[in-house]
C-alpha cells in the first residue's frame, strides 16, 4: 500500500521559509514523478513543483521559480520542497503527490499542470501572514 505523509507546514511571516518533506513508502519511486501541489478553499488544485526523480529533472509554476526549490532523496523515497521568500499568496494546503507510470520528465511537466498523479498525502497547512 502506498502511502505518502507530509510534514513541515506551519506557519511564517512574509519574506521568511519553510521547508516541506514528503516520505513515501509502499513503492520505490526512483523513476517516476513526483511533485507538490496546493489548494485554497474554494479553488482549483495547482501544481506547485514536480521532479523527475530518475536524473532530477524539475518543473515549476510561474508564480513560485526562483522562491521555491524542489529536491529529492532516492535513499529515503523522500521529496522536499525549499520555501523562501514566502508570500501571503502562498498560504493554502500543500499536497504531495506520485505517479506510478513512468512516463519520463516530459509527463513530469504535464503533470504539474494537469494535477492526475496516482497517490496523494493528506496535505499540510502552510499559512503565511504578512
Known amino acids: 500500500q502506498v502511502q505518502l505523509v507530509e510534514s513541515g507546514g506551519g506557519s511564517a511571516q512574509a519574506g521568511g521559509s519553510l521547508r516541506l518533506s514528503c516520505a513515501a513508502s509502499?513503492?520505490?519511486?526512483?523513476?517516476?514523478?513526483m511533485g507538490w501541489f496546493r489548494q485554497v478553499p474554494g479553488k482549483e488544485r495547482e501544481g506547485v513543483a514536480t521532479i523527475y526523480t530518475l536524473g532530477g529533472h524539475t518543473y515549476y509554476t510561474d508564480s513560485v521559480k526562483g522562491r521555491f526549490t524542489i529536491t529529492q532523496d532516492n535513499a529515503k523515497n523522500s521529496v522536499y520542497l525549499q520555501m523562501d521568500s514566502l508570500k501571503v499568496e502562498d498560504t493554502a494546503m500543500y499536497y504531495c503527490?506520485?505517479?506510478?507510470?513512468?512516463?519520463?520528465?516530459?509527463?513530469?511537466?504535464?503533470?504539474?499542470?494537469?494535477?492526475?498523479?496516482?497517490?496523494w498525502g493528506n496535505g499540510t497547512l502552510v499559512t503565511v501572514s504578512s
Open positions: 509502499g513503492y520505490t519511486f526512483d523513476s517516476n514523478c
Open positions: 503527490a506520485a505517479e506510478t507510470w513512468d512516463g519520463g520528465s516530459w509527463y513530469c511537466d504535464r503533470l504539474l499542470r494537469e494535477p492526475g498523479m496516482d497517490y
